[in-house]
């Protein structure tokens, strides 16, 4: 009574001190070891390594050995990366992957560069992968026929509200999913990897002869193996993805650089012996030539139940698809955070405390991207930006050790490293617009450019219009949304 009396009635029992911090409107650390494995193993396992990994071979003129090499040396390039967003990841865990490093390291202007490239080219990219979802899925029910566009479309769409839905409501049940679909498509590239050992140990002379001779063909140009280096990276992209997710990571001192040393030598291991195995049961000139690499070695293989592989390719889509508007609606809420979005997209449901409104925003651009399927080829033609962007990350950590020499980093990598990655990154922006130049190239560097157009205004200058915050109200009531740190009570009521 006498506390309450002078106004210290503050409760000092730990209990009480929990319950406070659950109340608090804040992302809640709900991503622990395992599912951070599962979401970067899914994020870079998708299609390709099903369907078509006959980019790496061909670049390489059939050479096995300098194909395999390959494939070891984009892996390693991709820990080194990954090593360095380790590092960016922990000191201090905040969401928003390349934006939040770039915009701390770098400044306002690189990181606003990078989220309004990111809110064109992300949610695209999620939309052909929920197309080529909706094509394996719907396939087997026509034949040899083709399955309507227009279901193939109403499909996608589905799932990617579905899944948009699911992420906006529960983290737990958002990794949960993550993690059983993840289990799923390994089990079927362990089945792969597995019967191709078998075979081998089994002694085919013909497929013996592939890998004691393996550097006997025609040795590739120094321009036709940095293609197949290029392909090589493309497969193993998404090993970026932990970062966005740093915030709700469970002792993220610990897990982030434990799951990245766990997930992205496992994706090394099991891509070198899927390829191992492809060669064992086909010719290079096989493989190069086959439409679904997998599906192929399925008919050679295990004939009587070769419908699991494209059943595995759908799953191995699904499971890359929910991991990537996970992340995307991270990116999002973080540039919201920072004032690079509307407020709204920053707020939390007050029931769930996840990100709603900025899943609802990423689900929704991905959706237009549906409907005119030709825009997402044009998002080809920013592949160098995704580059870039991780060219400036790396480059911010070099910046963020000298700036903050005294910063506590539970996790340092050599120092050397990034450096290595930053001349590796813009040497693969620069190598593709020198060696074949195209318009699209252009078009793709004048849109980065239009974001001053934006930010200029609205982002430098502050230029506010009074009625877009009676908008954000009405949506605040109406998603039952609040702003984080602050109480569940919206100053709307």
Not at 73 to 81: I, Q, Y
Not at 96 to 107: D, N, P, Q, T, V
Not at 210 to 226: N, W
Not at 379 to 385: A, I, W
């Amino acid at each position: 009574k006498k506390q309450k009396k002078m106004g210290k009635g503050k409760s000092n029992d730990p209990r009480d001190v929990k319950r406070k911090e659950n109340a608090k409107m804040q992302l809640k650390r709900n991503i622990g070891y395992f599912d951070g494995v599962s979401f970067i193993i899914g994020s870079i396992v998708g299609a390709g390594i099903f369907v078509s990994p006959t980019g790496v071979l061909k670049h390489s003129l059939l050479n096995v050995g300098i194909a395999l090499t390959i494939w070891t040396a984009s892996g390693l390039v991709s820990l080194m990366g990954a090593l360095c967003y380790a590092e960016l990841g922990t000191a201090p865990a905040f969401s928003g992957g390349e934006y939040s490093h770039i915009k701390r390291g770098l400044g306002s202007l690189p990181a606003f560069v990078f989220i309004w490239t990111s809110t064109f080219t992300k949610p695209a990219s999620n939309a052909a992968r929920a197309l080529l979802f909706a094509e394996y899925a719907t396939q087997p029910f026509y034949g040899v026929c083709p399955a309507p566009e227009v279901l193939k479309k109403c499909l996608a769409l589905a799932v990617l509200w579905s899944l948009g839905i699911l992420n906006g409501r529960s983290v737990k049940m958002a990794a949960w999913v993550q993690t059983v679909f993840t289990l799923l498509k390994m089990m079927a590239l362990s089945v792969i990897a597995v019967g191709g050992i078998v075979l081998l140990v089994g002694g085919r002379k013909e497929s013996l002869a592939r890998f004691e001779d393996a550097f006997s063909s025609e040795i590739p140009s120094a321009s036709q193996v940095a293609e197949a280096f290029f392909q090589g990276l493309y497969a193993y992209g998404g090993w970026w993805s932990l970062n966005y997710m740093a915030e709700e990571m469970k002792n993220p001192s610990r897990n982030i650089p434990l799951t990245v040393m766990t997930a992205v030598p496992a994706v090394i291991v099991f891509y070198l012996l899927v390829n191992v195995s492809y060669l064992t049961v086909l010719t290079p000139k096989e493989i190069v030539s086959s439409v679904a690499v997998a599906v192929t070695w399925a008919d050679r293989v295990i004939p009587s139940v070769a419908w699991i592989i494209p059943l595995s390719v759908a799953v191995s889509i699904f499971g890359a698809l929910n991991s990537s508007m996970f992340t995307l609606g991270r990116l999002s809420y973080a540039g919201s955070q920072s004032g690079h979005l509307p407020v709204l997209i920053s707020m939390l449901n007050v029931h769930s405390c996840t990100p709603a409104p900025a899943m609802i925003f990423s689900t929704t651009i991905a959706s237009i991207f549906i409907i005119p399927s030709d825009l997402i080829m044009l998002t080809n033609y920013f592949g160098f930006s995704a580059w870039l962007m991780i060219g400036l990350t790396c480059a911010s950590l070099i910046v963020l050790r000298y700036r903050e020499p005294h910063l506590h980093r539970p996790y340092k990598v050599f120092l050397p490293v990034p450096f290595v990655m930053v001349a590796m990154s813009f040497f693969l922006v620069l190598a593709p617009i020198v060696w074949s130049p195209n318009l699209q190239y252009v078009y793709a560097f004048l849109f980065m450019l239009g974001s001053l157009i934006v930010y200029l205004p609205f982002i430098h200058f502050k230029l506010h219009f009074a009625f877009l915050d009676k908008i954000t109200c009405h949506l605040q009531l109406l998603l039952e949304v609040s702003p984080a740190d602050e109480s569940a009570e919206s100053k709307c009521e």
